[in-house]
């Protein structure tokens, strides 16, 4: 799973700890997506993205056959 | 907040074995989980969210994993070896302020130090693998902002 959050956030701004305090999550959390080191809930996904007012798609991109740390 | 309830815990742990209250002991470490529980409610910040419930899930069904086979197959050792034992003698019960142990409840109390043992290594295990998967999940990564 890629996601364009550094794009968005460097667009708008913010640091990971505003954008963390925005959703409800810790810095650490925003850090890790950010790097792929960890997949986000839907639900997660879906805050981050209507946050920056955008498609979950525009900030997240599914890859076929990429195993993502999340699985196993 | 956690170092006064475990000063305290071992102080009611101290005065449990030297006046034999084990019930004071366990009451006393209930109250204490709970305390920590409350006081861990009342932080308003957000010191846990989905990935670290995700570590904390992760590292204690490993955990739970490892331990059963641990504990059920020393468990099964130690029911088998106290199916040889001979009846509890009720009279040990009622002169226990001799602090004489009959040697056959020896492999009694091995048995419990063993289990205490056991718990141990379930704290250990479970520590280990709450590191292992809060790395995998990048918690000590560090970024340039």
């Given amino acids: ?72 | 907040m956690i170092g006064v309830v475990a000063l305290v815990l071992l102080a009611i742990f101290g005065y449990s074995v030297e006046n034999f209250t084990p019930v004071l002991f366990m009451i006393a470490f209930v109250i204490g989980v709970i305390l920590l529980y409350l006081a861990y409610r009342r932080v308003d910040d957000f010191i846990e969210d989905e990935r670290s419930t995700r570590i904390t899930e992760k590292a204690a069904m490993r955990t739970l994993q490892v331990f059963w086979v641990c504990f059920c197959a020393f468990s099964i050792m130690a029911v088998m070896n106290l199916l040889y034992m001979p009846r509890f003698s009720r009279e040990f019960w009622l002169n226990r302020e001799n602090d004489i142990v009959p040697p056959e409840l020896m492999s009694l109390k091995i048995i419990g130090y063993i289990q205490l043992a056991l718990l141990c290594l379930m704290i250990f295990l479970y520590v280990g693998f709450r590191i292992y998967y809060a790395r995998k999940y990048g918690d000590w990564e560090t970024d340039e902002e």
């Fill in chain 1, 1 to 72: 799973m890629k996601n364009k959050i550094k794009v968005y956030r460097a667009m708008q701004d913010l640091t990971q700890e505003d954008l963390a305090r925005a959703i409800g999550v810790t810095r650490q959390t925003i850090l890790a997506i950010e790097k792929g080191k960890y997949v986000p809930s839907l639900d997660l996904a879906f805050r981050i993205s209507r946050y920056f007012k955008v498609n979950i798609e525009e900030v997240f991109t599914y890859e076929e056959g990429v195993r993502t740390v999340d699985i196993d």
